[in-house]
DNA sequence: CGACCTGTGTTGTACATACAACAATGCTAG
DNA sequence: CTAGCATTGTTGTATGTACAACACAGGTCG
């Protein structure tokens, strides 16, 4: 019989939950409650993140290596910065091997956002359960690639 | 003294690892994997998503119900309906109560991208350990309302 | 029958994301 | 000092996502 590779796949797609399909939808709920949250702050989730990177990193960081700390492309996180840029929240970051640094107004921004941000830290810590935060730090740390700095 | 609540949640802003920045890592890292794996079948891992649920549902949907059983927005079920009804892989759910359903074609391009799929379902499996796995399988039943159909 | 309302799908706009291709920078070798 | 070259940031294009506002049924009530 000529088969196997195929028809077992079928199957497995067919009745196996997609771990991708798990993620995504994770990610759609979780976020949009930060984001509704963060709203009339004017920031997105996705925003806050990358200020509070750059402001609680040990040292400053170029775009390359921003991008490489949040595991996403390159050109993502060059438009990320773009907007924040335009907006006078970040600056630098926009040449090659010039380091990006929050502004005094994007630090300003942030602390504005942190109780918003709170609210929405604690209530999705109680949708998750403390399992369910426990479990997300653990897929945290198995996505996570360790830095190789020194 | 004068504070509390805004202080205290800058402090915790400037400590605690963002719940949201996780699940946005934990996305980035596992969509890429599965839409790499399924590139050369010319579907990305969402537009497989929509087809398998529509395949697997017990009843055709329309596109509101699709939308809640995904919990994402009635415009962005739309939207990726649109991109798949273009391409002849699915047909309805472009008016108010008419179902979608997926063609032939759309069937036949879910079963030809199985293979890639279970390779990416298998090496995201061992990339999160068995621990990791049912730590997925824990959040999304914790983010997954419960339909309410009867 | 026709005028509303309610629910459903689409469209305008904006952001987040990634791949490919391009541009700019800086180092290194000659 | 200049010509390559590798690295790094941006831009073109496409997808996925959501909120607001709009369009389009279908049902109800007068």
Known sequence: MYNTGREAAVA???S?????AM???LHRVVVGRYDEALRRHGLTVAQLDLLMTLLTADRALRS???AGA?????S???RNLARLRRRGLVTGGDRPGAAAAVTPAGRQ???DAAEAWLRAQRATAEMLG???VAALDLLARRVTTPDEEG
Chains 1, 2 share one sequence.
């Open 12 to 14: 497995a797609l067919w």
């Open 16 to 20: 196996e939950p997609c771990l991708a």
């Open 23 to 25: 993620v995504r939808r």
């Open 64 to 66: 390359v290596e921003l």
């Open 70 to 74: 949040l595991q996403m492309d390159r």
């Open 76 to 78: 993502t996180l060059s």
């Open 109 to 111: 921004m942030a602390e």
């Open 130 to 132: 403390a399992d369910g």
